[in-house]
C-alpha cells in the first residue's frame, strides 16, 4: 500500500481516497477518483451489487453528497463512469485480503475455516469480531484466549 495512503488511514475515509492515485488519462476526466470511490463504498454498503445500482445510488444522493462535501458537480456519475472507472483503477493502492477461503455448507464448516484463518496470523492483542456462530465456548479452546466476552 502506499505510504501516502496508510497514513491517510489514520484521518477519515475522504482522506484515504484522495490519496489513492487516479490512473485515468486527465482529458475527459469528470468526476475525480475520489469521489467515485466515496459513492461506491457508500452504495455498496447501502445493497448497490452492479453499476446501474451505482448509477441510481448516485443520482438519488447527489444534491446530499455534492452540499456536503461541498464540491460543484453538475450532475452525477453515470454506470458509464463507474464501469471505466473501475476498469482503469489500481485495485492494489485500495487495500489487500490478508486471507480468504471459501467453505462448503453444513454444521461447523465455517468455524473450521476462521480457526484455521486466524491460526495462520499473529493476534496477539487484536481484537476480533465475528457473528455469533463463532462466540459459542468450544470455538476458543487454547489457552491464549479469554472466550467470548459480552457488553
Not at 458509464?80 to 482503469?88: D, G, L, T
Request: net charge neutral.
Amino acid at each position: 500500500m502506499l505510504e501516502s495512503a496508510s497514513a491517510a488511514t489514520d484521518l477519515d475515509l475522504i482522506s484515504y481516497l484522495r490519496s489513492i492515485p487516479d490512473a485515468r488519462m486527465r482529458r475527459g476526466v469528470r468526476f475525480p477518483a475520489w469521489y467515485l470511490l466515496l459513492v461506491a463504498v457508500l452504495g455498496i454498503l447501502s445493497g448497490c451489487q452492479s453499476f446501474r445500482d451505482l448509477e441510481r445510488f448516485a443520482i438519488r444522493h447527489h444534491a446530499v453528497l455534492t452540499e456536503a462535501l461541498g464540491i460543484g458537480l453538475r450532475r452525477p456519475p453515470s454506470d458509464s463512469s463507474f464501469r471505466y472507472f473501475f476498469y482503469q483503477v489500481d485495485v492494489a493502492a485500495l487495500g489487500v485480503a490478508i486471507s480468504q477461503a471459501c467453505y462448503a455448507t453444513g454444521e461447523n464448516h465455517e468455524r473450521a475455516v476462521l480457526r484455521q484463518l486466524l491460526g495462520e496470523l499473529d493476534l496477539e492483542g487484536v481484537l476480533i469480531q465475528a457473528d455469533a456462530l463463532h462466540t459459542q465456548q468450544p470455538f476458543f479452546g487454547n489457552s491464549r484466549s479469554r472466550g467470548p466476552t459480552s457488553c
